[in-house]
């Protein structure tokens, strides 16, 4: 699992769950995100992203964009896209089998 930090966490919105993420990278729609720091350890796909309240598919560096994400994020809190596989075979192949 290769981790490259591609912003930080630069304010929250609790009510929508919103996180802002100033970014140094690019992101994507689909991409999987770890936040991490300030309380904050946690994985997700980005499945919605708004830039200046406009929904958009991908970001570059350089750029706020608005993130839902499923826990509570804190200001400073890093952000790193994960690529490749995140787990070893042993758990692909037994997620293949209990779904």
Not at 2 to 22: C, L, N, S
Request: net charge positive; aromatic share 8%.
């Amino acid at each position: 699992m290769a981790e490259r930090q591609i912003g930080t966490i630069t304010h929250y919105f609790g009510k929508p769950r919103v996180g802002i993420v100033a970014l140094t990278g690019r992101v994507t729609i689909g991409d999987r995100l770890r936040f991490l720091g300030h309380g904050a350890d946690f994985q997700q796909e980005v499945k919605s992203m708004q830039v200046d309240h406009a929904a958009v598919e991908t970001a570059s560096a350089r750029t706020e964009v608005g993130i839902r994400v499923g826990q509570r994020v804190r200001e400073g809190t890093e952000v790193y896209k994960v690529s490749g596989g995140s787990e070893g075979w042993f758990a692909r192949l037994k997620g293949a089998f209990t779904g």
